[in-house]
């Protein structure tokens, strides 16, 4: 199995790597894709924005929730559901780099929202919140980031109450991608060497006991539209057009939605 080339170890100091060195994320052009109304967003959240979907407009929140943003990055999801859950709720951003919580918690300030949000540097992997403490916990191009994948996601699953819900925003895909695509370190970092498939997916999620799983909204993302993130440099740019065959270019991975229920 090609996706187990590359150590744990090495994938999550490539990422952490990648992440401390971009100076800004993929920007409105990007968000624009993504997202169906960005009113009111900060400018600076808009332009760290580094997702694959908008997993809040999925979420089906309601006010007084308590939600989990995890992989939180420059905040945009968290100021988006913050809104949502409005101040009776709570919105907790995780996020593993600590200047990713201060650019989210100056996003939330100046959006207005801040007084319901908080945010807590830690890995999806060692999730720091007590057991059944939150309602929804969402989250957008993060989970593929894991080389963990199912301890993330039992993370997810502890930390939520019973009857409590996720809706994720991550990049699926199907047909394996070549080895020297799947050992790059800018690949990783840019979500794809660790995208699933949408069936591996749901069994990790069935695993772990998650139930009501659906997968829905996918938006193919070719090699031009993952250019537009700097996570992916020339030179694995360059690999993929010549390593992918030419029918699949347009169309390398899939940015979906993911929506499943911790069972009552
Ligand atoms: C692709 S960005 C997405 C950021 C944000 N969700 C968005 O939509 O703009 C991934 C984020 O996950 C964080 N991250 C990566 N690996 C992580 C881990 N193991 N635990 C917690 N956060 C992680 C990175 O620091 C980065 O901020």
Known sequence: MTRDLMHQDDILAAVRRAYRAIPAGAGRAMAGRLYQSLA?????????????????????????ERVLDVGCGGGIDTVLAAREVGAEGHVTGLDMLPE????????????GV???????????????????SVDVVVSNGVLNLSPR?????????????????MCVADLTVEEDL??????????????????????????????????????????????????????????????????????????????VIVRARKPS
């Open 178 to 255: 070549p080895p020297e695509v799947l050992t790059s370190d800018s690949a990783w970092a840019g979500c794809i060497s660790g995208a699933l498939s949408e069936r591996v997916f749901t069994h990790k999620l069935e695993k772990v006991g998650f139930a009501s799983i659906e997968i829905s909204e996918r938006m193919a993302f070719g090699i031009d539209d993952v250019a537009l993130y700097p996570l992916f440099d020339a030179d694995v740019l360059d690999l993929m057009r010549r390593t992918i065959p030419a029918e699949r270019q347009h169309d390398v991975c899939a940015g």
């Open 100 to 111: 990713m919580c201060d650019r989210a918690r100056a996003a939330v300030d100046e959006a």
């Open 149 to 165: 994948k199912s301890r993330a996601l039992a993370e997810i699953f502890r930390v939520l109450r019973p009857g409590g819900r």
């Open 114 to 132: 801040g007084g319901w949000c908080s945010f807590t540097t830690g890995r999806m992997e060692a999730i720091p919140l007590p057991d059944a």
């Open 40 to 64: 009111d967003v900060p400018d600076a959240a808009v332009e760290w924005s580094l997702g694959v979907g908008d997993p809040v407009r999925h979420a089906g929140l309601r006010p007084g």
